[in-house]
């Protein structure tokens, strides 16, 4: 299980806060690009909590030595795995050479992959679509996967959508292109020894059930985000953990102890790590209140630990499992 790479959602806050729920689930950092790497500010983009591993980090770009300083930059700030985007459809991303579009150039996703195996010792991996604008052939996918492969990359994460590179927004190549999750057992059926993953519309355990059955790893994206509890069955339900007995009022307050932390370390503000936890106890009665008090500009001067007592002033909602 792994929760996917999301621009401006998947920060290092977001990620401790699903690791309090799932130990075990991999977590991946927002795409960071070879050129925020290579002329920015390297700790804003690579610092991360110790208790965030497994963690990997996702690269943008499509230069083979930039990617290969980058990767090497991640290995040594501790990552557990490089991964390289080739599933972004956003015309930001295009202008740059890079995401879904590098799928039309098989041969340079593979030179990347090289370089980027040549020079560190974690896993190499790549995720990407089923295809690009109409290009509908299977063919089209496993052609790419088999060229990148034979560069040393051994798990591909398919989002199993094509990308639509003119005309959708990203938030529409999330939503319109139609899933194909057959292409992707196909993938598993034609490349036994790779491992891969299955990214794409999963929103329940029977969905993740069944595509277990048929692939190695299933990563959830905007589910995860917005509905985080979820995660905290993961560790039961795919890794043979017990139950964990967690309770949701107890993610709550090592998130406000975080934030406490965080503060006095860096001076980040508390809303900001917040913003993350909105989903923290959706479905629940009171639910509403709770976020609408978290979500209070009027408050951002008080301390974390008195929104959260004002969050739960006059309702029961700690108290519910």
Not at 17 to 45: C, I, K, N, Q, W
Request: charged residues 25%.
């Amino acid at each position: 299980m792994s929760v996917a790479p999301m621009m401006d959602w998947t920060d290092r806050h977001c990620r401790y806060f699903h690791r309090l729920m799932s130990r075990h689930t991999r977590l991946y950092t927002e795409m960071v690009t070879t050129g925020a790497l290579l002329h920015g500010d390297v700790p804003r983009h690579l610092d991360f909590d110790e208790t965030e591993h497994p963690v990997a980090l996702q690269l943008g770009g499509s230069e083979p030595a930039d990617l290969a300083a980058s990767a090497r930059l991640g290995e040594r700030w501790g990552y557990d795995e490089i991964n390289l985007n080739c599933g972004c459809p956003s015309e930001r991303v295009q202008r740059g050479a890079f995401g879904a579009c590098l799928m039309a150039e098989p041969q340079l996703v593979a030179d990347c992959v090289k370089a980027m195996v040549d020079v560190v010792d974690v896993p190499v991996t790549v995720k990407h679509r089923i295809g690009i604008d109409k290009v509908e052939s299977y063919d089209f996918v496993r052609d790419f996967v088999g060229t990148v492969a034979q560069a040393g990359c051994g798990v591909f994460i398919v989002h199993a959508r094509n990308a639509w590179l003119k005309g959708l927004s990203p938030k529409e190549n999330r939503e319109i292109p139609p899933l194909r999750y057959e292409l992707v057992h196909r993938l598993k059926q034609d490349f036994p020894d790779l491992v891969i993953a299955i990214n794409g519309g999963v929103t329940s355990d029977a969905v993740v059930h069944a595509e277990l059955d048929r692939v190695d790893g299933v990563m959830v994206g905007r589910e995860a985000y917005h509905h985080p509890w979820w995660l905290a069955r993961w560790d039961a339900l795919y890794y043979g953990e017990p139950a964990s007995g967690l309770r949701r009022e107890e993610v709550e307050e090592a998130m406000v102890a975080y934030m406490e932390r965080e503060h006095a370390a860096r001076g980040t503000p508390w809303h900001s790590i917040a913003r993350h936890m909105m989903g923290l106890y959706n479905g629940l009665p009171g639910a509403r209140r709770w976020r609408q008090v978290w979500s209070d500009h009027r408050l951002k001067g008080e301390p974390a630990r008195e929104v959260m007592r004002r969050a739960h002033e006059g309702h029961s909602l700690a108290l519910t499992p």
